[in-house]
């Protein structure tokens, strides 16, 4: 089937504007909760926070001023006039939002235990999806915490009104406002209130999973333990995982990724949603992951801070688990992938059918619109979206059957941003691509040298994404060379021995992962390059981030146009530099001090550009199902 324009016609702006006009109306005639005499009292009877403002009549005052800037204001009624708005609106934008609770049902865990939701954060429609979804549902509000960068009007009444309290996005140095948000989450702990953060501490620019922060984990933990031991309920986190089809903000998160600065948000740019009303959303996909109960609180602040890690990243890890591959995730790895650039429509659907072999195949979680017997038609309103949002190029003459899609080349950052929402699903079989690549051709002779490769390129990946343990990625390698070769193989040694035709039958069902991570190894490179050539010339005593940052790219512009090594435009970007210079740092080749670089371990450099440069050329020497 050829694929030429888009089936769905676009949004017509005035339609939704006339609805988007009906905000005003949610502000009028609402009977809203302003007794907050209750929140108040518990607030100030808080432990840590009463026993520093005791006495202290204008601390009393500072408080009361940061709790009225924090509380949420709900008001039910005004929540069910919002939910009509939205049942009205986001069918205009979205295909649809698809909820899988996956068995967990979060109304009856809220009886039982203090519910803390904790998604990851892509975009600023993630507060409206969740939260709409969460009310739909269960008819009952969702406390969410949102930076006070949204605290703008018409977003922020509105937002403050359906639940959201919100929080500074820095506030170290304010000890009585942080006592007074941990009071504050005390009280809704109290209150039995579901509450709901966003872990990353802000949206992803890149489509990876960041780290956790730790903050809000914390106070929830050390609120929670404030609680009377014969009232307490069991304080549980419940990871969410969001993905979108398409984010609104893309085009801006790209433009960061180049080095431009981030737009404060403003009133102003809510003008420019109009323009965002003649796209495709596609859906939005929430699933929800196991939740975890949190230990009770160790006094010791040691402790106590390792625990709040080590459930932090628990739930992070759970998050990453359930983030689904989409229909637009799925055709961006495709065509970012494609090094010349662009694929036939039945290429994309055999590639397809690949991945989604693999991923039923080693349980990583898809869609119910991509499993193969809805592939197709899924994948055919994805490249519409694409298409119709001027993402997705069509090349050829469509009367005729060479018609080619391509990602054009101005977007190729923006759609890497849903590539590398689902990347480290497949991880391992890009690494078991490039040591069966070096086992064929002799790399790699024995075990030790398969060990030392494993251990080295988790090392390098380390830096991007939190992965799998060495001893995890080993267990899963051993099961995809056994299905590929039809036999069971339970160690390393047994793989050192592979006869040549079982090579090749792992590099064939592998082969379609071989480039999924080229564009990190040409960064890692690059990175390279320019410490050779800062540390060969005018910089031999050191240099800063920004000299770094600049050489970097005039590095990669360079490269990209010999097309010797460099494929990808998505292998530059500034935070890909920083982290593949801080693989350097950590492997011991550059030293860091009070802001000056420099490159300490000449040889060792010399080695690793040369290392990667080989891994990069032999990925494209074996080209199979690729």
Same mark, same amino acid.
């Given at each position: 089937?050829?694929?030429?324009?888009?089936?769905?016609?676009?949004?017509?702006? +005035?339609?939704?504007?006339?609805?988007?006009?009906?905000? %005003?109306? #949610?502000?009028? =005639?609402? $009977?809203?909760? *302003? @007794?907050?005499?209750?929140?108040?009292?518990?607030?100030?009877?808080?432990?840590k926070?009463?026993?520093?403002?005791?006495?202290?009549?204008?601390?009393?005052?500072?408080?009361?001023?940061?709790?009225?800037?924090?509380?949420?204001?709900?008001?039910?009624?005004?929540?069910? +006039?919002?939910?009509?708005?939205?049942?009205?609106?986001? %069918?205009? #934008?979205?295909? =649809?939002? $698809?909820?899988? *609770? @996956?068995?967990?049902?979060?109304?009856?865990?809220?009886?039982?235990?203090?519910?803390?939701?904790?998604?990851?954060?892509?975009?600023?429609?993630d507060?409206?999806?969740?939260?709409?979804?969460?009310?739909?549902?269960?008819?009952?509000?969702?406390?969410?915490?949102?930076?006070?960068n949204?605290?703008?009007?018409?977003?922020?009444?509105?937002?403050?009104?359906? =639940?959201?309290?919100?929080?500074?996005?820095?506030?170290?140095n304010?000890?009585?406002?942080?006592?007074?948000?941990?009071?504050?989450?005390?009280?809704m702990?109290?209150?039995?209130?579901?509450?709901?953060?966003?872990?990353?501490?802000g949206?992803?620019?890149?489509?990876?999973?960041?780290?956790?922060?730790?903050?809000?984990?914390?106070?929830?933990?050390?609120?929670?333990?404030?609680?009377?031991?014969?009232?307490?309920?069991?304080?549980?986190?419940?990871?969410?995982?969001?993905?979108?089809?398409?984010?609104?903000?893309?085009?801006?998160?790209?433009?960061?990724?180049?080095?431009?600065?981030?737009?404060k948000?403003?009133?102003?740019?809510?003008?420019?949603?109009?323009?965002?009303?003649?796209?495709?959303?596609?859906?939005?996909?929430?699933?929800?992951?196991?939740?975890?109960?949190?230990?009770?609180?160790?006094?010791d602040?040691?402790?106590?801070?390792?625990?709040?890690?080590?459930?932090?990243?628990?739930?992070?890890?759970?998050?990453g688990?359930?983030?689904?591959?989409?229909?637009?995730?799925?055709?961006?790895?495709?065509?970012?992938?494609?090094?010349?650039?662009?694929l036939?429509?039945?290429?994309?659907?055999?590639?397809?059918?690949?991945?989604?072999?693999?991923?039923?195949?080693?349980?990583?979680?898809?869609?119910?619109?991509?499993?193969?017997?809805?592939?197709?038609?899924?994948?055919?309103?994805?490249?519409?979206?694409?298409?119709?949002?001027?993402?997705?190029?069509v090349?050829?003459?469509?009367?005729?059957?060479h018609?080619?899609?391509?990602?054009?080349d101005?977007?190729?950052?923006e759609i890497?941003?849903?590539?590398?929402?689902?990347?480290?699903?497949?991880?391992?079989?890009w690494?078991?691509?490039?040591?069966?690549?070096?086992?064929?051709?002799?790399?790699?002779?024995?075990?030790?040298?398969?060990?030392?490769f494993?251990?080295?390129?988790?090392?390098?990946?380390?830096?991007?994404?939190?992965?799998?343990?060495?001893?995890?990625?080993?267990?899963?390698?051993?099961?995809?060379v056994?299905?590929?070769?039809?036999?069971?193989?339970?160690?390393?040694?047994?793989?050192?021995?592979?006869?040549?035709?079982?090579?090749?039958?792992?590099?064939?069902?592998?082969?379609?992962f071989?480039r999924?991570?080229?564009?990190?190894?040409?960064?890692?490179?690059?990175?390279g390059?320019?410490?050779?050539?800062?540390?060969?010339?005018?910089?031999?005593?050191?240099?800063?981030?920004?000299?770094f940052?600049?050489?970097?790219?005039?590095?990669?512009?360079?490269?990209?146009?010999?097309?010797?090594?460099?494929?990808?435009?998505?292998?530059?970007?500034?935070?890909?530099?920083?982290?593949?210079?801080?693989?350097?740092?950590?492997?011991?080749?550059?030293?860091?001090?009070?802001?000056?670089?420099?490159?300490?371990?000449?040889?060792?450099?010399?080695?690793?550009?040369a290392?990667?440069?080989?891994?990069?050329?032999?990925?494209?020497?074996?080209?199979?199902?690729?």
């Amino acid at each position: 089937m050829t694929k030429t324009s888009s089936k769905s016609e676009k949004i017509e702006s +005035t339609g939704f504007m006339n609805k988007f006009s009906g905000i %005003s109306d #949610l502000f009028s =005639g609402m $009977n809203l909760f *302003d @007794n907050f005499k209750e929140m108040e009292e518990i607030v100030l009877s808080y432990h840590k926070l009463n026993s520093r403002i005791k006495g202290k009549p204008e601390e009393k005052d500072k408080v009361l001023k940061n709790l009225k800037e924090i509380r949420a204001e709900l008001s039910i009624p005004f929540l069910k +006039t919002f939910e009509k708005f939205l049942d009205a609106s986001l %069918s205009q #934008l979205y295909d =649809g939002i $698809n909820f899988n *609770d @996956n068995g967990h049902n979060l109304a009856e865990l809220s009886k039982r235990n203090n519910l803390v939701l904790v998604p990851n954060h892509q975009s600023h429609a993630d507060y409206v999806a969740i939260n709409y979804v969460y009310y739909k549902k269960y008819q009952s509000p969702l406390f969410v915490a949102g930076g006070n960068n949204l605290n703008i009007f018409p977003i922020g009444p509105l937002f403050r009104k359906s =639940g959201c309290f919100f929080i500074r996005r820095t506030f170290a140095n304010d000890i009585l406002y942080k006592l007074t948000l941990e009071a504050y989450l005390h009280y809704m702990l109290v209150k039995g209130n579901p509450i709901e953060f966003f872990f990353e501490g802000g949206r992803s620019r890149t489509g990876k999973l960041l780290p956790p922060r730790y903050g809000l984990y914390q106070m929830l933990i050390e609120a929670h333990a404030a609680i009377p031991k014969d009232k307490r309920r069991p304080l549980q986190f419940v990871p969410v995982s969001i993905v979108h089809e398409y984010v609104p903000e893309q085009k801006s998160l790209a433009r960061e990724l180049d080095g431009g600065k981030k737009v404060k948000e403003s009133a102003g740019q809510l003008l420019g949603l109009v323009k965002l009303l003649s796209y495709q959303f596609g859906n939005v996909h929430i699933n929800l992951g196991n939740p975890v109960i949190a230990p009770d609180a160790p006094t010791d602040p040691v402790k106590l801070k390792i625990q709040t890690q080590k459930l932090a990243f628990e739930c992070f890890l759970e998050v990453g688990k359930n983030m689904r591959v989409t229909p637009t995730s799925l055709l961006a790895m495709i065509l970012l992938d494609e090094s010349t650039g662009a694929l036939k429509w039945e290429e994309i659907l055999t590639k397809a059918r690949h991945i989604i072999t693999y991923c039923e195949k080693f349980h990583v979680p898809i869609t119910d619109s991509i499993k193969l017997e809805n592939l197709e038609k899924s994948l055919e309103r994805s490249i519409d979206i694409l298409i119709g949002n001027k993402k997705v190029e069509v090349i050829g003459n469509t009367s005729s059957q060479h018609v080619f899609y391509s990602i054009k080349d101005d977007s190729r950052k923006e759609i890497l941003y849903f590539k590398n929402t689902i990347l480290h699903h497949f991880l391992v079989p890009w690494i078991v691509h490039m040591g069966w690549v070096n086992l064929f051709s002799g790399h790699i002779t024995n075990v030790e040298d398969l060990k030392k490769f494993f251990i080295n390129q988790r090392k390098q990946l380390t830096h991007e994404f939190y992965l799998p343990t060495v001893k995890e990625i080993l267990n899963l390698t051993l099961d995809i060379v056994s299905d590929a070769i039809g036999r069971e193989v339970t160690t390393l040694e047994e793989c050192v021995d592979l006869t040549h035709k079982e090579l090749y039958l792992i590099l064939a069902k592998v082969g379609i992962f071989s480039r999924a991570c080229n564009y990190l190894l040409e960064a890692y490179y690059i990175c390279g390059l320019t410490l050779k050539d800062l540390s060969a010339n005018d910089y031999k005593e050191g240099f800063k981030m920004e000299t770094f940052l600049k050489r970097y790219k005039d590095v990669f512009e360079s490269e990209k146009k010999l097309r010797r090594i460099i494929k990808y435009a998505e292998s530059y970007s500034v935070p890909l530099s920083k982290s593949s210079l801080e693989y350097f740092i950590h492997a011991k080749i550059v030293e860091s001090k009070a802001g000056f670089y420099t490159v300490g371990d000449h040889d060792k450099l010399a080695e690793v550009l040369a290392k990667v440069e080989s891994d990069l050329q032999g990925q494209l020497s074996i080209n199979l199902l690729n």
